[in-house]
């Protein structure tokens, strides 16, 4: 009976323990994720009113660049998702150096996101909060989680695809279910703060669909069958530009400023500013059916080449635009609304890039709405198994199998 006793103790004392520094990391996460979304806001606002500032490319990436190198050690996204499975620890200049290089990033026209930067802003508000409240190991890996959850919901208003993309994304098959709670409230909180602030989320509410039949069906697993490759070509563009820049320009610096001017060349070649910034523009045409045939292929060639030359933010909305785009561009072969196709694509290239598909098909939920949920299930399913084993996070571990019920443990890439 005592036992009985002391387990039901130990039970509610983790309850309002986790609780109270749920609530705790919610409000800090959502507060530095509402602040960086409005920073970010107001880069891209200043970017587009002042074009010229993209001449000032290589100049920002230089500065980013002297900033990683007083660090002396690896901080980036892959490090966060290391803390959550191993005894990495996360350092506290992690969040101010994304923090300012994800906006100069924005500002200057690098082609990148900034859920990298929720994620690294998370990781280690979450971490070094942690070690503030002297919490043991165990502790700090489920709080590293919830921290990645309350910016991330922060950012995009999406608190459900937050904390399962937080379960989710460090080990693909596994979820550290003890890390449910914290992750839920940490979101929620942080989804509140970012709604107090006046930040909206990100929804798309417009997109309309067929009735679900069999040929909608069939149109719709083969345009989730393309997705998967686009994935796939995404990502080995990332790692194979990344590799070939550091192999033929060792130096860094020059390698950032190779970078920023190839983008400034093509950026005044094309003759559009389009493929500069996050483009959530392009993504929110894309989705109201008007997409052009290149779109997505010219927004990877940018990613590619703004990761690889050393600026910040994150490779998940460049994902939203090439799915966006490319849906809404395959949709007229295929026979499909533009629009329909364009939703699609945003959240088959989320679902292949990150092998996430609950927090995918949860993403699908909260930004097109509920009426669509089984049409995502099977754009997820498909998608996430024909992606292979490709991913955008190098310490990501892909567990088990996509084609069997067979232990693997591989990393993503």
């Not at 005592?2 to 409000?27: H, N």
């Not at 070690?131 to 165990?138: D, N, S, T, V």
């Not at 909180?189 to 069999?214: H, K, N």
């Not at 045409?285 to 045939?293: S, T, V």
Request: positive net charge.
């Amino acid at each position: 009976m005592k036992d009985k006793l002391f387990s039901s103790f130990e039970y509610v004392k983790t309850f309002i323990k986790w609780m109270v520094v749920s609530v705790l990391i919610g409000v800090v996460g959502g507060s530095v994720g509402s602040l960086f979304h409005k920073c970010i806001d107001l880069a891209t606002e200043t970017r587009v009113a002042h074009s010229r500032l993209l001449f000032l490319l290589p100049f920002g990436g230089i500065v980013i660049c002297a900033l990683y190198s007083l660090t002396k050690t690896r901080v980036d996204t892959n490090r966060v998702i290391e803390s959550v499975r191993g005894d990495q620890n996360v350092p506290w200049y992690m969040a101010p150096l994304i923090f300012v290089s994800t906006v100069i990033t924005h500002l200057l026209g690098g082609s990148a996101g900034r859920e990298g930067a929720a994620l690294q802003l998370g990781g280690s508000i979450g971490y070094n909060l942690g070690k503030l409240l002297r919490l043991k190991e165990g502790d700090l890996h489920i709080i590293v989680m919830a921290g990645m959850s309350a910016v991330f919901a922060a950012l995009f208003g999406t608190p459900l695809t937050a904390m399962f993309f937080a379960l989710e994304v460090t080990s693909v098959g596994i979820m550290y279910y003890a890390g449910l709670l914290p992750c839920a409230i940490a979101a929620l909180t942080a989804a509140s703060i970012a709604a107090f602030f006046g930040l909206s989320p990100v929804r798309f509410d417009f997109v309309s669909f067929p009735e679900l039949s069999v040929g909608f069906a069939v149109k719709t697993v083969i345009l989730a069958i393309l997705c998967a490759l686009v994935c796939i070509v995404f990502c080995t563009a990332l790692q194979k530009c990344e590799h070939y820049s550091e192999k033929l320009v060792k130096n860094k610096y020059l390698r950032t400023l190779v970078g920023s001017l190839i983008i400034v060349v093509l950026t005044l070649a094309l003759g559009t500013r389009d493929y500069n910034g996050a483009g959530m523009d392009v993504i929110a045409r894309a989705l109201a059916g008007d997409a052009r045939i290149w779109d997505f292929a010219v927004k990877i060639i940018f990613t590619a080449i703004t990761i690889a030359s050393g600026f910040k933010g994150g490779e998940i909305v460049p994902a939203f635009f090439i799915g966006s785009t490319f849906g809404c561009v395959m949709a007229s072969v295929l026979g499909v609304p533009a629009g329909c196709g364009a939703a699609i694509g945003f959240v088959a290239l989320f679902c292949g890039v990150v092998n996430c598909p609950v927090a995918s098909v949860l993403l699908a939920l909260e930004v097109f709405g509920v009426a669509n949920v089984p049409v995502f299930a099977i754009v997820c399913g498909v998608t996430y198994m024909m992606s292979g084993y490709c991913g955008l996070y190098k310490s990501q571990k892909i567990m088990y199998s996509k084609l069997e019920a067979k232990y693997v443990n591989t990393n993503a890439g």
